[in-house]
């Protein structure tokens, strides 16, 4: 729980109309990364993924072998296999 939610689940702040607008507007898109195997695998692929323009969120999934996206519009599927590329894994298509 955020700093700003008291231990009812409501918010303190005036911010969560503007969030709600963002997550409206945002696209979440799952790919299937392989060569995952520990917690530096899921490091190395947020740190890179995450500093791509346009990219919101990163959670990886290492058991799994997933990668979800959040980006703010349609996602740049090149320039996110060539993070993950650049991260030493491979981005074999979304999932």
């Known amino acids: 729980m955020g700093s700003c939610c008291t231990p009812d689940g409501s918010c303190q702040t005036g911010a969560g109309e503007a969030t709600t607008t963002a997550v409206a507007e945002s696209t979440r898109t799952v790919y299937a990364v392989s ?3 520990c917690g530096h695998c899921k490091t190395a692929i947020t740190t890179s993924v995450s500093a791509l ?3 919101l969120s990163v959670d990886v999934d ?3 072998g997933l990668v979800t996206v959040t980006t703010g519009g349609e996602p740049d599927d090149a320039a996110i296999a060539a993070a993950v590329d650049d991260a030493g894994y491979e981005l074999t298509g979304r999932a």
């Open 62 to 64: 290492v058991a799994g």
């Open 53 to 55: 323009d346009g990219v």
């Open 35 to 37: 060569g995952m195997t």
